[in-house]
């Protein structure tokens, strides 16, 4: 069974110590005269492409977005993308893991969890203005590397992600300590499904898991995402699904058994219900 490409941030001699756990790079330089094409992969870190002048296509987790100026796409570890940027294109690449940027207080953990559940912002001029001073700043910081440069950086990052969550008009305030119960458990849900969704797909599994009653996790599930559990670990199934489908050539009965299904037609007769195409339809549809 082959695995979906993971990348790891990639360290450089020629860069400061902890590279391999963050990293920005200026994307005109970046792109060198040519254009950056990326097949579907994950990435085992945060990816932040805050564009000034933005060209090309991007797909996450098999949505198109729009590459466009004054764009931000934040993708969260174990997303899939692949994306095309042409040259010409300027801006920032950033990559961090939690060695990095792992901050005490919830508050902070709040606001990055808040802002990496969405993949695409696209502010307004002056407020991508005051977003990409702080990376220019951050990047600036990153270069010279002057003493406890990192704790800059990381109190910069803080900022960014506060001006970034300000972007979103569905909630002008940092969340509420209820909302932040329920999106603490949600997190720890979809751990548990990047762990165990091939051997254990009941919710009664995860509501023991979390010390919680089928009832309460239902609650959490529909007061974040407006779905039952059931229904989230469908929708993670066939995400995964389709991760393998598209970025491996495993066959179906791999792919199947690899999510616990040994009965392949069951798996494909899910898959098909879910999603309206066969395993194979969908590969040979968007492969």
């Known amino acids: 069974m082959n695995k979906i490409p993971i990348r790891h941030i990639s360290s450089n001699r020629n860069e400061p110590d902890f590279s391999e756990n963050f990293s920005i790079r200026d994307v005109h330089t970046l792109l060198d005269g040519s254009d950056m094409v990326q097949e579907l992969h994950r990435h085992s870190f945060f990816f932040i492409l805050v564009l000034e002048k933005g060209i090309g296509e991007h ?11 004054y764009s931000v796409f934040f993708m969260r570890p174990g997303q899939v993308h692949q994306f095309i940027l042409k040259y010409g294109s300027t801006g920032y690449l950033i990559e961090f893991n939690n060695d990095f940027y792992s901050p005490l207080q919830n508050s902070a953990k709040q606001v990055l969890r808040k802002v990496s559940s969405k993949n695409l912002y696209i502010p307004d001029a002056g407020r991508f203005k005051k977003l990409y001073s702080i990376l220019t700043n951050i990047f600036q910081e990153y270069s010279d590397r002057q003493e406890r440069y990192h704790e800059v950086i990381q109190a910069s990052l803080g900022i960014f992600f506060i001006e970034l969550s300000r972007q979103d008009r569905t909630s002008q305030s940092l969340l509420n300590e209820r909302s932040e119960y329920m999106l603490d458990r949600l997190e720890e849900l979809q751990e548990l499904m990047e762990l165990h969704i091939s051997t254990h797909k009941q919710v009664t599994y995860y509501a023991e898991k979390l010390h919680l009653t089928t009832y309460q996790l239902n609650a959490v599930t529909r007061a974040t995402l407006g779905k039952t559990c059931s229904e989230v670990i469908n929708n993670y199934i066939i995400l995964e699904g389709k991760r393998y489908l598209l970025a491996t050539v495993n066959q179906i009965n791999q792919i199947a058994w690899y999510l616990g299904y040994e009965d392949v ?6 898959f098909k219900k879910q999603t309206g195409y066969s395993p194979e339809a969908f590969r040979n549809k968007f492969k």
Not at 59 to 69: E, G, L, W
């Open 265 to 270: 037609s069951y798996f494909t007769r899910f």
């Open 59 to 69: 797909s996450i987790d098999f949505i198109p977005y729009s590459v466009s100026n």
